[in-house]
């Protein structure tokens, strides 16, 4: 592992360190919980500055992420390139990288929006970059599924930044992702299951094996179906919801059943890949059945 700084560090390594693939849907989940919560007519400066103080406080969480894991990141394949593990950035300067983020996305949160979505958030920060990052991730073969709450949380967040509120049908989009989770990661973890082996990570197909994974891996997958419809049946949204999560679930579905019955993981990546579409669509057909149906 590199220790020394190189000098090609560029804002480009700053934002591979904010984990940008995690933050677009972050994004969408976000600004759906923002603008189901206000019947697409939010304060614009809360909307701005609510979904740039969320994403910073989680950007900051997630450089710290990058931070503790600079050991693990090195022994694993999918993240040995990542910029503190080859030396681009410093783990001062991380810190420092962090710290800024952190300071503006708490500015922008107070002074816009509300001290319960900062509170929230912090709560978030505090659970993902160092609860989950540094314990919760090395006690359990279920840490994915506890700390997936962290990811989950979006939707609530941007929800209270225009209602000052918790609402129960934010807490049920809270609710999709937190399912949603499992299928999600243990899938990358049946592809990438050597590399957390060569870590030490004791990720479900690590611990339990593959095929018992997979068996959880499909139980969720009709958990979720079934949570996606909760919206659905509470009056939350209409039709148009309802066919496209339905769909939508069946083709997860279909994925998640050819992962099970593949003797060689080949469908773990596609089917990892599809789980991404799968809630950015999902959180998508939120927004037009409300806009249809306002």
């Known amino acids: 592992m590199t220790t020394e700084v190189s000098k090609n560090g560029t804002w480009k390594h700053y934002l591979e360190l904010t984990k940008p693939g995690?933050?677009?849907?972050?994004?969408?989940?976000?600004?759906?919980?923002?603008?189901?919560?206000?019947?697409?007519?939010?304060?614009?400066?809360?909307?701005?500055?609510?979904?740039?103080?969320?994403?910073?406080?989680?950007?900051?969480?997630?450089?710290?992420?990058?931070i503790f894991d600079v050991r693990l990141d090195s022994l694993m394949e999918r993240t040995s390139s990542r910029p503190i593990v080859k030396g681009y950035i410093s783990r001062r300067q991380a810190i420092v990288f962090s710290v800024a983020l952190f300071v503006l996305g708490s500015f922008l949160l107070l002074y816009f929006t509300?001290?319960?979505t900062w509170i929230l958030t912090v709560l978030t920060f505090i659970f993902y970059g160092f609860i989950y990052t540094k314990y919760l991730k090395f006690m359990t073969s279920q840490n994915i599924v506890i700390g997936g709450l962290a990811g989950a949380m979006p939707p609530l967040l941007g929800w209270t930044a225009v209602s000052n509120s918790i609402d129960?049908?934010?807490?049920?989009?809270?609710?999709?992702?937190?399912?949603?989770?499992?299928p999600h990661f243990w899938s990358l973890a049946i592809h990438k299951v050597d590399d957390y082996k060569e870590a030490g990570v004791p990720m479900l197909p690590v611990q339990k094996g593959i095929p018992f994974t997979k068996q959880h891996i499909l139980l969720?997958?009709?958990?979720?179906?079934?949570?996606?419809?909760?919206?659905?049946?509470?009056?939350?949204?209409?039709?148009?919801?309802?066919?496209?999560?339905?769909?939508?679930?069946?083709?997860?579905?279909?994925?998640?059943?050819?992962l099970y019955r593949d003797s060689e993981n080949r469908k773990a990546l596609p089917t990892f890949l599809y789980s991404i579409w799968y809630l950015a669509f999902l959180f998508s057909s939120m927004l037009v059945d409300r806009f249809i149906f306002t």
């Open 168 to 182: 129960p049908n934010a807490l049920l989009l809270v609710l999709i992702i937190l399912v949603w989770t499992p």
């Open 220 to 258: 969720y997958t009709v958990l979720l179906m079934a949570v996606s419809l909760l919206p659905f049946s509470v009056g939350m949204f209409g039709i148009i919801y309802f066919i496209s999560a339905t769909i939508l679930g069946l083709i997860f579905l279909y994925y998640v059943t050819a």
């Open 114 to 116: 509300n001290p319960l």
């Open 22 to 66: 995690v933050q677009a849907l972050l994004f969408v989940s976000c600004i759906t919980g923002m603008l189901i919560a206000s019947d697409f007519y939010p304060p614009i400066e809360v909307f701005i500055a609510g979904l740039m103080g969320i994403s910073l406080l989680a950007a900051s969480s997630a450089v710290i992420n990058h």
